[in-house]
């Protein structure tokens, strides 16, 4: 145990954040961001270069030319997007705000914007900066978990000043409220509420200046196509010197103003900025050290170190904190509610995402933050009345299908982490497999209500034992995620002993079977008599319309992870599955179709690694005993599908799920199935990866003859005793120990 304390301290000593490239992902379609954040922090500031349209989902694109400001919320990797919340410009001369109360028509630049040069632009874990050409100041960003310190150097300047625009927002938000208060000339305080993809976001905005300045409140109103909103922008003023440093310390609550204030007073007391920056760091050295990678040698291994840190980075994002330092929040009802210390409120839970990967990657990484996750959601269904599938901002969004929550339960339980209620947990994950609509809190739209929180497929499922396709949409998809959901259901209530529940949901996951066409070998879609949807093309895509949720019968016909066996019996041999799943990656890439969903995306054949959906079909050649085939797809898709640029992952990103795949499949393993605590072999990238348990243990994945071409396993040993097949368990990698794997440029029979 004394080794293993001194590797951890020797780790934590190493500055892990070198290897950290906030800007991949920004560019393409990854929808990331360099934003200044701790981990799981609260508040996000970071450059704003644009606000309408897919690729503003963080508010930041990497080809973007110019900057509007620097918001302080933003999400990371998401799909849909929200926030960009309290924009702060720092300004030279007269203030532009020709446009005030209307839409500018500069695209996606407003009037204050400015120009920069990327040789400028840099960033770190904790730490942003950028030079604006426009008004040749410099930006400096830092954060802590609730608050930010901005640092900004100016020219000398008689009209100097900032710009706090209360109305901007990414993707067309709804301005309903907004109101500020000039507290002294060194202080403001200020409120939003807004409508986007959550439906019902208030925020409270304090905000402390180094410098004296005056303010002038500029009001406003425009006239949309179908309302008249508020505008609001608050100009402050002072002059500077050459050179001379403007600190602004801000922070954010949901709660209310106090809690707004007490954040700040909590976390930045003084104008310590390079103090802060340095505990960001810090904060960040202490997460990204739970991995320690020895130094590698040559370019390839040192791209794939830096691709591995990041992503590392990037799973440690979302969730994200939403408890003021009072241990007040906000719940799902729109209340205010006071948290145990040991179990604050957190938001962002992208589950449909995040169950697959970064949740099991958690509860090797850090179970007890994992095991906080669920107390979370379960208490946000006490609150509203059923646990979200999406929640942003305590909203329940209805973004997305199935029921996710019951993943994460049915997972930690699995695993020995029981640090939270069980019978609860049972509870909740029934009542979301259940169709019924009461009790679920007021605050919600009524068409979303019973449109998204629960989907009518949800009531057919229950009733007819499969979802028909004339009674709603995606229904192959939602039912085939229900069936894995229900599976979990059922493994969670045999572990608390409920026999009656078990046995009710074992069967609800065997209804897959339902949608599998013996004569296509594709899962499709039925209608109420139980005909084939025709015609039927397993490439046809219709985005959010069609029997698929973004993707197509190629992509989803494999989604059975609770029991791969009987998918395989279904398609009548283990050779008939291998080489249905061999079409997979062979078949032509592309989709056909008037309106393709363009979350799919990094084709390999059919096979699409940018979206979740197929996440763990690389690894299905290991249940039928082809292993050579999951360890050479693993290789393809941690090579082609990953890079140390902006445009370095294949797909939106998604609140740390496309990382934590990463993360899994670079170190050597992936769980296919969340629920059942067993991990698949493939193809680990590096020499030696050596994981630090929470419980102070090391887990240590040795592969010898490794190279670029040397991809497949020769032999397996764990803890000295030789490992015949490519599984192992949860409790094997808990106990610490050693995978030693031998690697071989030619496939071989090992494992099979």
């Known amino acids: 145990m004394l080794c293993a304390f001194i590797f951890m301290a020797n780790a934590q000593e190493r500055d892990f954040t070198k290897y950290v490239n906030l800007f991949v992902g920004t560019a393409d379609h990854g929808h990331t961001h360099p934003a200044a954040v701790v981990p799981n922090g609260m508040i996000q500031p970071g450059p704003d270069t644009r606000f309408h349209e897919w690729d503003a989902c963080s508010g930041y694109y990497y080809e973007d030319q110019s900057i509007n400001g620097f918001a302080h919320t933003r999400l990371s990797g998401t799909g849909c997007a929200d926030y960009g919340d309290f924009l702060l410009m720092p300004i030279v001369g007269r203030p532009d705000l020709q446009y005030i109360g209307e839409k500018e028509p500069l695209g996606q630049r407003v009037a204050f914007a400015s120009p920069f040069c990327k040789s400028t632009e840099s960033a770190e874990p904790g730490y942003y900066t950028v030079v604006l050409d426009r008004y040749r100041v410099k930006a400096e960003l830092t954060a802590t978990e609730r608050a930010a310190l901005h640092r900004y150097t100016y020219p000398k300047a008689t009209e100097a000043g900032m710009i706090l625009d209360l109305d901007y927002g990414i993707h067309d938000q709804v301005m309903h409220a907004m109101d500020v208060e000039i507290v002294d000339n060194q202080t403001i305080r200020a409120y939003r509420r807004s409508q986007g993809w959550a439906y019902n976001q208030q925020l409270y905005f304090y905000a402390k200046f180094s410098k004296p300045f005056t303010a002038q409140v500029v009001r406003d109103t425009v006239k949309t196509s179908k309302r008249i909103e508020p505008r609001c922008k608050v100009i402050l003023k002072f002059s500077t010197d050459e050179g001379e440093q403007v600190m602004v310390k801000t922070s954010i609550s949901m709660v209310d103003y106090e809690g707004a204030k007490k954040n700040l007073m909590a976390e930045i007391p003084g104008w310590d900025f390079d103090g802060v920056r340095a505990a960001a760091k810090q904060k960040w050295n202490k997460v990204l050290s739970k991995i320690e990678i020895p130094e590698v040698e040559g370019e390839f291994l040192k791209e794939h170190q830096q691709v591995f840190y990041t992503a590392l980075y990037h799973a440690n994002i979302s969730p994200a904190l939403a408890t003021d330092v009072d241990g007040r929040y906000k719940g799902m009802d729109l209340k205010i509610y006071q948290a145990d210390p040991a179990s604050p409120n957190y938001t962002v839970y992208s589950l449909w995402d995040t169950h697959r990967a970064l949740h099991p990657l958690l509860t090797i990484l850090s179970p007890k933050q994992n095991q906080a996750y669920i107390r979370n959601l379960i208490r946000k269904g006490e609150e509203g009345g059923i646990v979200p599938k999406w929640?942003?901002?305590?909203?329940?969004?209805?973004?997305?299908?199935?029921?996710?929550?019951?993943?994460?339960?049915?997972?930690?339980?699995?695993?020995?982490?029981?640090?939270?209620?069980?019978?609860?947990?049972?509870?909740?994950?029934?009542?979301?497999?259940?169709?019924?609509?009461?009790?679920?809190?007021?605050?919600?739209?009524?068409?979303?209500?019973?449109?998204?929180?629960?989907?009518?497929?949800?009531?057919?499922?229950?009733?007819?034992?499969?979802?028909?396709?004339?009674?709603?949409?995606?229904?192959?998809?939602?039912?085939?995620?229900?069936?894995?959901?229900?599976?979990?259901?059922?493994?969670?209530?045999?572990?608390?002993?409920?026999?009656?529940?078990?046995?009710?949901?074992?069967?609800?996951?065997?209804?897959?079977?339902?949608?599998?066409?013996?004569?296509?070998?594709?899962?499709?879609?039925?209608?109420?008599?139980?005909?084939?949807?025709?015609?039927?093309?397993?490439?046809?895509?219709?985005?959010?319309?069609?029997?698929?949720?973004?993707?197509?019968?190629?992509?989803?016909?494999?989604?059975?992870?609770?029991?791969?066996?009987?998918?395989?019996?279904?398609?009548?041999?283990?050779?008939?599955?291998?080489?249905?799943?061999?079409?997979?990656?062979?078949?032509?890439?592309?989709?056909?179709?008037?309106?393709?969903?363009?979350?799919?995306?990094?084709?390999?054949?059919?096979?699409?690694?940018?979206?979740e959906p197929g996440h763990h079909t690389t690894h299905l050649y290991n249940y039928v005993g082809r292993p050579w085939r999951t360890q050479e797809l693993v290789d393809s898709v941690l090579i082609n599908q990953y890079r140390n640029a902006p445009a370095g992952i294949s797909g939106n990103e998604d609140c740390g799920q496309m990382s934590a795949w990463y993360i899994l499949n670079a170190m050597g393993f992936y769980q296919v199935c969340p629920g059942n605590p067993t991990y698949s072999i493939g193809r680990p990238l590096f020499p030696e990866v050596t994981i630090n348990l929470e419980n102070g243990k090391q887990f240590t994945i040795v592969t010898k003859g490794n190279s670029r071409k040397a991809k497949y396993i020769k032999s397996a040993k764990l803890n000295g005793k030789a490992l015949k097949k490519p599984f192992f368990t949860h409790k094997q990698l808990e106990a610490g120990g050693t995978l030693e794997l031998v690697m071989s440029e030619v496939p071989t029979q090992w494992g099979k």
């Open 391 to 611: 929640e942003l901002a305590s909203n329940y969004t209805g973004c997305m299908i199935g029921y996710h929550f019951t993943s994460l339960a049915a997972d930690a339980y699995a695993k020995g982490h029981r640090n939270f209620d069980a019978m609860k947990a049972l509870a909740a994950g029934v009542r979301m497999a259940e169709y019924d609509t009461a009790g679920i809190t007021q605050t919600l739209p009524k068409w979303k209500l019973t449109s998204e929180i629960m989907p009518p497929a949800r009531k057919y499922k229950n009733e007819m034992g499969y979802a028909p396709y004339d009674c709603d949409h995606e229904t192959v998809a939602k039912a085939l995620e229900y069936a894995y959901n229900d599976w979990c259901i059922a493994t969670l209530a045999n572990g608390v002993k409920n026999k009656a529940v078990a046995e009710k949901y074992y069967k609800f996951g065997k209804a897959y079977q339902h949608y599998f066409d013996p004569t296509t070998q594709f899962m499709r879609g039925k209608d109420a008599q139980g005909n084939w949807r025709t015609p039927f093309d397993p490439r046809s895509s219709r985005h959010r319309a069609d029997d698929y949720c973004e993707g197509t019968a190629w992509q989803w016909t494999w989604f059975v992870p609770h029991d791969v066996d009987g998918l395989v019996a279904l398609m009548g041999s283990k050779e008939k599955f291998a080489n249905k799943l061999d079409g997979l990656f062979s078949a032509p890439s592309g989709l056909t179709g008037d309106d393709v969903s363009p979350d799919v995306s990094g084709f390999i054949g059919q096979y699409a690694h940018g979206n």
